[in-house]
């Protein structure tokens, strides 16, 4: 994954998998259904630590993969283009 609405949208399937609504998970990890909704829709300026938290309570961990040997970093971030249309 490499874009916020892929997390949101792993996040949003990891939910539905369990069955579970906003509402619960949200209870359950002390956010509110807001922030749940926005995290799931890719909303780019939501806390790391609090996705971190809700993928924690529903099963699920973040692993960093290495790019292959062959990666190359220029043509990555030319096909990303700007990246203006992040909140940093």
């Known amino acids: 994954m490499r874009r916020p609405h892929e997390v949101g949208a792993a996040l949003r399937a990891a939910r539905?998998?369990?069955?579970?609504?906003?509402?619960?998970?949200?209870?359950a990890t002390g956010v509110s259904r807001k922030w749940l909704s926005e995290a799931e829709s890719g909303k780019a300026?939501?806390?790391l630590g609090l996705v971190l938290g809700v993928l924690d309570a529903l099963g699920y961990e973040v692993?960093?993969?290495?790019?292959p040997d062959d990666f190359d970093l220029e043509a990555?971030?030319?096909r990303l283009?700007?990246?203006?249309?992040?909140?940093?």
Not at 20 to 26: G, R
Not at 81 to 88: A, F, H, I, L, V
């Open 63 to 67: 692993e960093f993969v290495p790019q």
């Open 16 to 27: 539905e998998g369990l069955g579970l609504t906003q509402a619960e998970v949200a209870w």
């Open 81 to 88: 283009g700007s990246t203006d249309d992040y909140q940093w």
């Open 76 to 78: 990555h971030l030319d």
């Open 45 to 47: 300026a939501v806390s």
